[in-house]
């Protein structure tokens, strides 16, 4: 695949992606720490697992298994339990919230819901990205490109043996100007034919069946509908070096080639 044929829109779709995966990384990150914090978790323990292990799986691991919410002894600042009468550490009786410093509910809950935030643009970049793919701009839909062609229609039943110049092609109906493309190599220009068989039933729209050839600049086409012989082609005006060959099916179907250089 050549990058240079990619649309900028394809680039920064991508680049918004990973924006966002890191966004939403790192504020799921602070949340885990902070709520460790409050919770007497070790926050490193946790982060370890959320980077390298799964970062949903460890979030969701986390969420079932976390300690209860504690809170702060007045006295020595300890974390105790929250449902403690006395603490666990200096022994000072909890008899009000006066010896106790409660963590406020909501001071965690920004990082979280910005992670999920976060999360939700990922979804969006992904579904902007294959509708890129889908609408075709992420290819060539032209029949002499230089690159891969990119199909918007579709084909049903096709049989299909490619090796080393050497193609066979059995396909039943495809939507008009559908593109079916091989790679292969001329080694030498000046000796090298491209032999094609190819049989195919026209519709009652009339049609037909083209065979492109395609170096760079350089493209050939021929009308292979009713071939009654096998078409010796010569390749002489070609370079050596990769050739894409495409047969176009235009509103013809059944259709059989066999395609060899030799
Ligand atoms: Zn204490």
């Known amino acids: 695949m050549d990058y240079a044929q990619?649309?900028?829109?394809?680039?920064?779709?991508?680049?918004?992606?990973?924006?966002?995966?890191?966004?939403?990384?790192?504020?799921?990150?602070?949340?885990?720490?902070?709520?460790?914090?409050?919770?007497?978790?070790?926050?490193?323990?946790?982060l370890l697992l959320f980077t390298f292990v799964s970062n949903f799986l460890g979030l969701i691991i986390y969420l079932i298994v976390r300690k209860e919410k504690k809170q702060v002894c007045k006295s020595c600042g300890c974390l105790i339990s929250s449902s403690a009468k006395y603490c666990e550490s200096c022994g000072l009786a909890i008899e009000n919230s006066n010896d106790i410093q409660q963590f406020k509910q909501t001071s965690n809950r920004k990082y979280i819901i910005s992670g999920i935030v976060s999360f939700c643009m990922i979804f969006i970049c992904v579904i902007a990205i294959i509708i890129t793919g889908l609408t075709g701009f992420l290819g060539e839909t032209n029949v002499i490109s230089k690159f891969e062609i990119w199909n918007t229609g579709f084909e049903t039943i096709s049989r299909e043996n490619k090796s080393q110049n050497s193609w066979d092609l059995s396909l039943k109906s495809a939507t008009e100007g559908f593109v079916k493309e091989t790679k292969m190599d001329i080694t030498n220009p000046d000796e090298q034919v491209l032999y094609l068989?190819?049989?195919?039933?026209?519709?009652?729209?009339?049609?037909?069946?083209?065979?492109?050839?395609?170096?760079?600049?350089?493209?050939?086409?021929?009308?292979?509908?009713?071939l009654g012989e096998v078409l010796e082609y010569p390749l002489n005006e070609f370079e050596k070096g990769e050739v894409f060959v495409r047969l176009q099916i235009n509103n013809v179907k059944n259709v059989k080639s066999n395609i060899i250089i030799e």
């Open 6 to 46: 990619l649309p900028i829109i394809f680039f920064i779709e991508v680049f918004v992606l990973i924006f966002f995966a890191i966004l939403t990384y790192v504020f799921f990150a602070i949340w885990i720490y902070k709520d460790c914090k409050i919770r007497g978790e070790s926050p490193l323990l946790w």
């Open 197 to 226: 068989e190819a049989t195919c039933d026209i519709t009652k729209e009339g049609g037909n069946l083209m065979l492109w050839i395609v170096q760079g600049d350089t493209v050939k086409s021929i009308d292979v509908t009713n």
